[in-house]
């Protein structure tokens, strides 16, 4: 009995010691750096809900006035900052914008470590430990969570909840009494979910899948039993209901603009709504690319192995059907999929919620590969190729964040180079890269040029008329000459605008180029090919074009219109 217990507690130790590490690991890639922007809100989720949180006066001023997502972070980082300058003594400390940043980022860092950490026991209670521990690596190096962890935003809350409440559920679903006692609980977790983000009402088919699986099992599973199920899953929405009531009140109080806000999303998401930044997904496929730009937040390698490990687990479920409590887990990630993939707004963020799930398989994988092959090399194949890959693309991508933002030190150039009493333009929807430090900005003038109005004589005149008064012009990201260029038919005039811009037509030139891409030695990857926010944030390419020629404004209208639109096409 003794030896017994003693080769069961050792692997149990090791694999715990590893997690650990992997923790203290994903800690630091997620903590590092944390105000690697100065504050300065390039993210334009992020900017939302920190200047929501900035009204909020708990108890006096509760209506935070913005309602793309709901209530419970933007009262979460309230609190944090109330406390935190209590704590301190300093009354003012919560008003600076700039703590109230890294109190958001520091949260968005530890939820995305405790994700770790809890994939692992989910890992552990639907496989086994080793499936666990791969998992909780596999999201530690996520570029995914690392990168989102840097950003005061909702996605690494919300993947917590997630995999918490696939615990609790699997846990809860062994009989019908066990899930009316925890149900209260699964209730409390989804209303949390909900009063961060209103995408958590597909969080309801976990227990709803889980409850019908556990029903399913029952030897009898007749009308009697369905009462009691039925029961438990009517407790879960009823805490859920409440507790969302309470963390988001005013998404009730003020449904109209709740209802509103949704509405735009929705819009904006279908591509009912013709908005600047979801032009880029002109063209691009349901599902297949969505599925290509995986590997910018998993490496190269794990979404394959995930496919893989799906295939396999669920060829082995249908074989054992006492093992169907990783299903309803399992059924989320492939229904979110097929549900977000087919949306015309295609962002690499939507499908982080997926991430869990593709750790989770890609660990299924090779821990099975190993059990099955004989070979010491063959066996561990696999484990070296997708762990490394993920490892080697974190450890690229992290090293954006040993550097400054491209951003920054575009704009302490501009001060360097750009004489006083400049005249400089940028492109309005793009975050405005003004000289650094802010006392310097008063030695220059600066306008925002709109090349995303709609194409007329007169905006091609009014940008003619910029680029003649200016000295130098900002491409803050290439968000907009990247995208409007690909859709002549529809933009012909400012195509031929930027076709003439980069040609020197127009009278400039770039005169500085600024960028901070992955490295790792002498290896550096192009990410100018993933969706554009995954650059566009923290690491975007910055241009500085100056004038080198001067055109009156008659002169650069005149360029432009010669411009020979074929010459874009075959280009």
Not at 250 to 260: E, I
Not at 380 to 406: E, H, K, N, Q
Not at 464 to 483: C, E, G, K, V
Not at 545 to 551: C, G, P, Q, Y
Request: aromatic share 14%; hydrophobic share 45%; proline share 5%.
């Amino acid at each position: 009995m003794c030896q017994s217990t003693v080769t069961t507690r050792a692997p149990d130790v090791l694999c715990l010691t590893c997690l650990a590490l992997v923790s203290v690991v994903a800690a630091l890639l997620r903590a590092y750096n944390l105000s690697w922007d100065n504050g300065l809100l390039f993210h334009p989720d992020e900017a939302n809900l920190i200047h929501a949180t900035q009204r909020l006066r708990i108890p006096s001023q509760l209506d935070p006035d913005f309602f793309a997502y709901n209530g419970f972070p933007i009262y979460l980082y309230r609190i944090s900052t109330d406390v935190l300058a209590w704590l301190q003594s300093t009354p003012d400390w919560n008003s600076q914008t700039e703590n109230m940043v890294m109190v958001g980022r520091t949260l968005s860092a530890i939820f995305s470590t405790l994700s770790v950490v809890a994939i692992y026991f989910l890992g552990r209670l639907v496989a086994d430990r080793l499936v666990g521990l791969w998992a909780a690596i596999f999201l530690a190096f996520n570029v995914g969570m690392i990168q989102t962890a840097h950003f005061a935003v909702t996605e690494n809350l919300m993947v917590l909840f997630l995999i918490l409440l696939a615990i609790l559920t699997i846990k809860s679903t062994e009989n019908s009494i066990n899930f009316r006692r925890t149900s209260w609980r699964i209730g409390l977790l989804l209303g949390l979910a909900l009063g961060t983000k209103t995408t958590a009402l597909a969080y309801f088919c976990i227990p709803a899948v889980a409850a019908l699986v556990g029903w399913l099992r029952e030897e009898q599973p007749g009308l009697h039993s369905l009462r009691a199920w039925f029961l438990g899953g009517s407790i879960a929405l009823a805490v859920a209901g409440i507790t969302f009531c309470l963390v988001s009140p005013y998404s009730l109080l003020r449904f109209d603009a709740f209802r509103s806000s949704m509405d735009f999303e929705w819009e904006v998401v279908s591509g009912k709504r013709d908005i600047f930044y979801t032009r880029q997904f002109l063209g691009k496929r349901d599902y297949w690319y969505p599925f290509v730009n995986l590997h910018w937040l998993c490496g190269p390698l794990l979404p394959g192995a995930c496919v893989i490990g799906l295939v396999h687990w669920l060829a082995k479920l249908s074989q054992r059907r006492n093992s169907l409590t990783v299903l309803p887990f399992l059924l989320f990630g492939i229904l979110y999929f097929l549900y977000v993939g087919h949306w015309h707004a295609k962002f690499i963020r939507y499908t982080l919620l997926t991430i869990p799930g593709l750790c989770l398989c890609a660990a299924w994988f090779v821990c099975r590969w190993q059990q099955k092959m004989e070979n010491v090399m063959w066996r561990m194949l696999p484990t070296a190729l997708v762990g490394g890959s993920c490892i080697v693309w974190s450890a690229m991508f992290f090293t954006i964040y040993l550097r400054p933002d491209t951003r920054l030190v575009a704009s302490r150039w501009l001060v360097e180079h750009a004489p006083q009493n400049s005249h400089m333009l940028y492109e309005v929807g793009d975050y405005p890269i003004l000289p650094q430090p802010i006392a310097a900005q008063s030695n220059f003038s600066i306008e925002g040029m709109r090349v995303y109005d709609p194409d007329s004589d007169a905006k091609v005149d009014e940008l003619a008329r910029q680029l003649a008064t200016a000295d130098y012009l900002i491409l803050a990201s290439p968000r907009f000459y990247d995208t409007i260029p690909k859709t002549p038919e529809r933009f012909p005039l400012t195509a031929q605008y930027y076709w003439g811009l980069f040609n020197g037509d127009l009278g400039y030139h770039v005169s500085a180029t600024f960028t901070s891409k992955p490295t790792l030695g002498v290896w550096q990857v192009d990410d100018n090919d993933a969706e554009e926010t995954f650059s566009v944030f923290d690491h975007p390419n910055v241009l500085i074009l100056e004038k080198f020629v001067a055109l009156t404004a008659d002169q650069i209208v005149e360029n432009i219109r010669s411009i020979d639109l074929n010459s874009i096409h075959s280009e």
